[in-house]
């Protein structure tokens, strides 16, 4: 299913609908399960909103996914706002939420209640709906708002370095989390917990490649400016300090054909020679081979049939050996 709000694109996916039913299965009559579904449809489109409108008033572009998880709000530009607007956006989803159940709960006390029984139990899950899940999602836990508020704090307060310690609290706390379910038997928020953890591990193993990978990444593209204006001293000088080993594969590998023809260019067979040996695989066969062209043609044919013993011949049919 796919509409607009005003110029925001929601999709509704069938497993985010066919997930609110499993949820909503528990009240067992059909009419009570129905009046679920549509109170967790509209409480997390509100959620989402949130986020959404928040977001478009610094300049995002916002769209709206509504899946098997939950809800997910992007941004068609997507582009650096800083921390503290990051913040802003995680915390701007659970506190729509909040302000709907506040007005549940204003009219509750001033009396405002509905006759017909069916309305009050849809007035009373929609204040559960928005208060519990808000409170929920501000654990600091990754991927919740909770979580992207304690790395957006951690950030601020490190200079960009909370992504790691970031990652490490959201671990523990989805071990917390999980150890919670089994204690009550919560099937599904044991499941939640183990996704979580899971994600965490993965997304901490990988860390240091993303940091890495984003000074690179600038690097590369100012380095390819140097090489058109033929200045191959200013890319050795880009790349040299960045490229390192815990950058992404296919990075380096772009990074490391870029900073050997620069030292190619400028004739530093020294440090051009050891770096082709020990990277080859990396930097691939038509690179090499391009290399050891271009050296010949410069007159080095002692480098040149270096580099082109790094080159890997290929098979015959009945080589065996």
Same mark, same amino acid.
Do not use: C
């Given at each position: 299913m796919?509409?607009?709000?005003?110029?925001?694109?929601i999709?509704i996916r069938?497993?985010f609908?066919?997930m609110?039913?499993?949820?909503?299965?528990?009240?067992?009559?059909?009419?009570?399960?129905?009046i679920?579904?549509a109170i967790?449809?509209v409480?997390v489109l509100?959620?989402?909103?949130?986020?959404?409108?928040?977001?478009?008033?610094?300049g &995002?572009e !916002?769209?709206i996914? *509504?899946? #098997?998880?939950?809800?997910t709000?992007?941004w068609? =530009?997507?582009?650096?706002i800083?921390?503290?607007r990051?913040?802003a956006?995680?915390?701007?989803?659970?506190?729509?939420?909040?302000?709907?159940a506040a007005?549940?709960f204003?009219c509750?006390r001033?009396?405002?209640?509905?006759h017909?029984?069916?309305?009050?139990?849809?007035l009373?899950l929609?204040?559960?709906?928005n208060?519990?899940?808000?409170?929920f999602n &501000?654990? !600091?836990?990754?991927? *919740?708002? #909770?979580?992207?508020v304690?790395?957006?704090?951690? =950030?601020?307060?490190?200079?960009g370095r909370?992504?790691?310690?970031?990652?490490a609290?959201?671990v523990?706390?989805?071990g917390?989390?999980l150890?919670?379910a089994a204690l009550?038997?919560a099937?599904w928020?044991?499941a939640?917990?183990?996704?979580f953890?899971?994600?965490?591990?993965?997304a901490?193993r990988?860390?240091?490649?993303?940091?890495?990978?984003?000074? &690179?990444?600038q690097?590369?593209?100012k380095a390819?400016?140097?090489?058109?204006?033929?200045?191959?001293?200013?890319?050795i000088?880009l790349l040299k300090p960045v490229l390192?080993?815990q950058?992404?594969?296919?990075?380096?590998?772009?990074g490391?054909?870029?900073y050997?023809?620069a030292?190619?260019?400028e004739?530093?067979?020294?440090?051009l020679?050891?770096m082709?040996?020990?990277?080859?695989?990396?930097?691939?066969?038509e690179?090499?081979?391009r290399y050891a062209?271009?050296?010949?043609e410069?007159g080095?044919?002692?480098?040149?049939?270096?580099?082109?013993a790094l080159?890997?011949?290929?098979?015959?049919?009945n080589?065996?050996?």
């Open positions: 796919q509409f607009r709000l005003g110029s925001i694109p999709r069938g497993l609908l066919f609110a039913v499993v949820l909503g299965s528990r009240l067992q009559r059909p009419d009570l399960i129905a679920w579904v967790v449809l409480s509100a959620h989402e909103l949130g986020h959404a409108l928040m977001g478009r008033r610094f &995002l !916002p769209q996914e *509504l899946h #098997g998880m939950g809800g709000t992007s068609v =530009n997507g582009r650096d800083g921390h503290a990051g913040i956006i995680s915390l701007a989803g659970p506190f729509a939420g909040f302000g709907i007005v549940l204003a509750e001033a009396g405002l209640r509905p017909n029984p069916l309305a009050q139990l849809a009373d929609a204040f559960q709906i208060f519990w899940w808000g409170i &501000l654990a !600091p836990m990754l991927p *919740l708002d #909770g979580g992207n304690m790395r957006g704090t951690l =950030n601020l307060l490190t200079k909370g992504e790691k310690p970031a990652r609290i959201s523990l706390m989805g917390v989390l150890a919670y009550v038997g099937l928020l044991g939640l917990g183990a996704f953890t899971w994600a965490n591990i993965q901490y990988q860390a240091d490649t993303r940091s890495a990978d984003a000074p &690179l990444a690097a590369i593209e390819y400016v140097a090489l058109e204006r033929h200045d191959g001293e200013q890319a000088a390192t080993p950058t992404s594969e296919d990075l380096r590998a772009i490391l054909r870029i050997s023809y030292l190619l260019i004739g530093m067979w020294e440090e020679m050891p082709l040996e020990k990277n080859a695989a990396l930097i691939g066969v690179e090499l081979t062209t271009t050296a010949r410069l080095r044919g002692e480098e040149a049939d270096r580099i082109g080159v890997p011949r290929p098979r015959l049919a080589d065996f050996s």
